[in-house]
């Protein structure tokens, strides 16, 4: 197992530029070494014959998106007789940025 230590600590500390207090850092020591407890646990089972896992939920995967399909376009005319303002052939929008 990994000895966390004071000097790990300071390094860590450095190298995320977060400044601990005596108190924090006291507590955050216990809990790293406490993680590192529980992974030298999971570093026990045997996953010799254990294929890797890269999609859990694989089966509900699916593609939720519709395909892309050529449709019927629009004619400018058709578009412009339903708007309620034109100017000059373009349609005018409300002004929404104050």
């Not at 300071?10 to 850092?25: A, G, N, P, Q």
């Not at 019927?72 to 309620?84: G, L, Q, V, Y």
């Amino acid at each position: 197992m990994l000895d966390f230590n004071k000097d790990i600590l300071l390094k860590l500390e450095e190298l995320s530029k977060i400044k601990c207090k005596k108190e924090e850092e006291i507590l955050l020591m216990e809990t790293l070494q406490k993680i590192l407890k529980h992974i030298e646990k999971l570093d026990e089972i045997d996953t010799e014959n254990i294929l890797p896992c890269n999609f859990v939920q694989q089966e509900i995967q699916k593609n939720v998106f519709r395909k892309d399909e050529k449709e019927e376009i629009i004619t400018k005319e058709a578009f412009i007789e339903n708007t309620p303002d034109i100017i000059d052939g373009m349609v005018k929008i409300p002004s929404f940025l104050g």
